[in-house]
């Protein structure tokens, strides 16, 4: 064998906190306070709650759609964290908590869980687009909306997320690649949550690692541990900075679990997953690793968390019940709210047909 084909090296993984709450790496330390440390804490259990909360809700078919993210808090939270209002979040399916922090209400994700058609308008100066159900639409979309952030010179960058799965679609290429060949501010999010429903990650990708796709587009990769919360902070963070700085995309492979089933839509992980790999990433888990570095510094206090989970359970109440008051959503609504301006004249013959069937 010659030594014409060469080999490209492994991305490491950053970590900075291990699985005992230990720092790893000191030198990498974000400048977070005491207090901005113990939010990114409260959210990753207000969204545990809220999610085990949304998980019964779909069961009860008080909700729609419902695709759980317990295990994911730490690179859902912790990249969400870095961005600034003025940011663009393009989200799946199953990034309802960055959409709620970036300013989504509660109550507006039900909705759109549910299908109604209010839950796909974002709230005016909220910059979130709804979130994509076809696999890998939102990495084109938000290398056109990096795109069109440059070319009205903003200092935002815009953020989207996949899964590994959705790394094997075409327009996850074209995405990432027209991102590199424009320099657009985009930072794209990939949770390597290990399935793809029941695909696991080896059937998915001979690639090493998805970080390594950044490779082929010219763009920077990392790899980073994506129930680390701290390691995806300052990764994003990084990213951000180099985005608004013209430095070009960045593409994040956040290696997670997610602990329960795929979506509320009859998936059973029992089926593809063994007990064995259940335990070895419940040790991994990134609310008991943060929870134990927090503890070390004297900064978190079980009140407190007992506080947050009652806080998340009311929350949820109040929002299920604003959603429910809503009227429910009829056929005219959705030919309505498809098109921003005027209607096609063959939809506007079916809107009358429908309103009068409707008005009957
Ligand atoms: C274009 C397209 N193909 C197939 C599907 C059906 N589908 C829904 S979720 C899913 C798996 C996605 O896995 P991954 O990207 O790893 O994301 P995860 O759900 O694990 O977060 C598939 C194939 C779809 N929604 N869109």
Redesign the pocket.
Known sequence: MSHLFQEINDFETVQLINEKGEVLQNDLLPALSDKELQLLMERMIYIRTIDQRCITLSRQGRLGFY?PVSG?EATMIGTQYVLEKEDWILP???DLPQMLYQGVPLYQLFLWSMGHHKGGRMPEGVNVMPPQ?????QIIQAAGVGLGLKKRKKDNVVITY????????G?FYEGINFAGVFNTPTIFVV???????S?PFEK?TAAKSIAHKSVAAGIKGVRVDGMDILATYVVAKEARERAISSDGPTLIEAVNY?YGP??TSGDDPTIYRNEQLEKEWAKKDPIIRFRLFLEKKGLWAKERELQIIEQAKEDVKFAIKQAESESKTNVSNLIENMYAEDLPYNLKEQLHQVKEKENR
């Open positions: 695709a994911q799946g399916y199953r159900i076809i696999i890998g639409a996949t899964g590994d799965g959705g790394t094997s679609q327009d949770q390597n949550n290990q399935y793809a429903i695909t998915q997610r795929h979506s």
